[in-house]
């Protein structure tokens, strides 16, 4: 998607592995989240941001942690892996919390074995 | 109860037919609502986004909203197989972050 990228498309790792997401975007959008979708359920906000540093909590934060050295990247950490965080995650962006929707990062399909 | 529904689907039908998604959401509050079109594999594209009570059209695409009743629609007139994705709605108090519905899947039959 144009403006924004996600690594890796895809990765397999192992229970209690540590694992980091990364999304980097062009757009200079002050508001970046992680979401992740799983079937039955939808896309589910683990965490966001708001600023360069300032991050907050999803519905479904516990196992991951984020960080937000500059305005471009946000990255998502999974500390411990575990074979209930196999989903895919995607990266949005957004100009604010006002009337405007989010762009879609393509993805990081994560499977933990 | 959960924030936003939807119907999981599939929700079939003919080439050339109106395709009619509904979605219903929990937060009277709510302010803005969102559909978004997503392939399989693929990541959300946004389509369509309604504020007012009402319909707004663009295109093939109609958005309905009915915040006495808290549903929102989108109606695909002259539905293509190209049209066959999930749709997922997405529902959002101003200031706060969006909730997304699971999604319903539509599939046009050539």
């Known amino acids: 998607d144009a403006g924004i990228t996600q690594s890796p498309r895809h990765k397999v790792t192992e229970t209690g592995t540590p694992v980091t997401l990364r999304c980097h975007q062009t757009e200079n959008h002050r508001y970046m989240y992680w979401y992740r979708q799983d079937p039955g359920h939808g896309l589910r906000l683990i965490h966001y941001s708001y600023g360069v540093k300032d991050t907050d909590k999803g519905e479904v934060s516990d196992g991951y942690s984020v960080s937000r050295s500059k305005t471009e990247d946000f990255l998502l950490t999974l500390e411990s892996a575990t074979s209930s965080q196999t989903s895919v995650y995607f990266c949005a962006i957004s100009e604010s919390l006002g009337d405007y929707g989010y762009t879609f990062g393509s993805g990081t399909r994560l499977t933990v074995v | 109860q959960k924030e936003v529904e939807q119907n999981s689907g599939p929700l079939s039908v003919p080439e050339g037919a109106i395709a009619s998604l509904n979605c219903t959401y929990s937060?009277?509050?709510?302010?803005?609502f969102f559909w978004y079109r997503q392939y399989s594999g693929k990541s959300p594209e946004l389509i369509m986004s309604i504020y007012s009570n009402g319909d707004k059209e663009d295109g093939r695409f109609t958005a309905q909203l009915n915040k006495a009743s808290q549903y929102v629609s989108l109606l695909i007139r002259d539905s293509q197989p190209s049209d066959s994705a999930t749709y997922l709605c997405?529902?959002?108090?101003?200031?706060?972050?969006?909730?997304f519905g699971p999604g319903t899947r539509l599939s046009v039959l050539p």
């Open positions: 937060d009277r509050g709510s302010q803005s």
């Open positions: 997405a529902v959002r108090r101003y200031g706060q972050n969006f909730v």
